[in-house]
């Protein structure tokens, strides 16, 4: 397997198996990543290059373009607008409420806590989206000919015949 083209190239096509793969790997380097601390976010932005290659590679092996990366990306970012609007201005509220009540009203802070509640609904949404839309990619079988993105896959993926 050609892991320079599987994580840096966004061009052609892969199956199945290298796709599964290589969301694998960006899995438990994000995870890694964590071990890091400081540079954590760091290593994020590293690693989401590989992440379009990936995703872009396997949209083009049925035909979608990789353009639809975007699609949870938007959606992910419709959410965090959501849960700063919905949950910020609840949670606002509610210690503006309090400091004026002298901060000993319980309604204050249970409505700043439902109001986190609201933000964490929209970021859950986006996240199930997430995951719904990288098991549908890696789930759609590919084009079984020629399509726009090129040949099927199958040169990075097998091995060659033994010559006698």
């Known amino acids: 397997m050609d ?28 995870v890694l990543s964590h071990l890091a601390h400081i540079f954590a976010p760091l290593i994020w932005l590293l690693l989401l290059w590989p992440w379009v290659c990936v995703i872009a590679k396997r949209l083009h092996d049925f ?3 990789g353009w639809m990366i975007l699609i949870p990306v938007v ?22 409420a309090a400091a004026t009540d002298g901060g000993s009203d319980a309604v204050n802070w249970m409505s700043a806590l439902g ?3 609201v933000a964490l609904v929209f ?28 040949p099927p896959p199958g040169g990075a993926t097998t091995l060659p015949a033994a010559t006698v």
């Open 3 to 30: 892991w320079g083209r599987l994580f840096f190239s966004p061009e052609g096509r892969i199956g199945q198996r290298d796709y599964w793969l290589g969301v694998l790997i960006l899995i438990v380097l994000w």
């Open 63 to 65: 035909g979608k373009s």
């Open 75 to 96: 959606i992910g970012c419709i959410a965090v607008i959501g849960a700063i609007v919905a949950g910020g201005v609840g949670v606002i509220a509610a210690i503006f």
């Open 115 to 117: 109001a986190l509640g």
């Open 123 to 150: 970021l859950g949404v986006a996240a199930v989206v997430k995951i719904i839309f990288l098991i549908w990619v890696g789930a759609v079988r590919g084009d079984a000919g020629d399509n726009r993105y090129g």
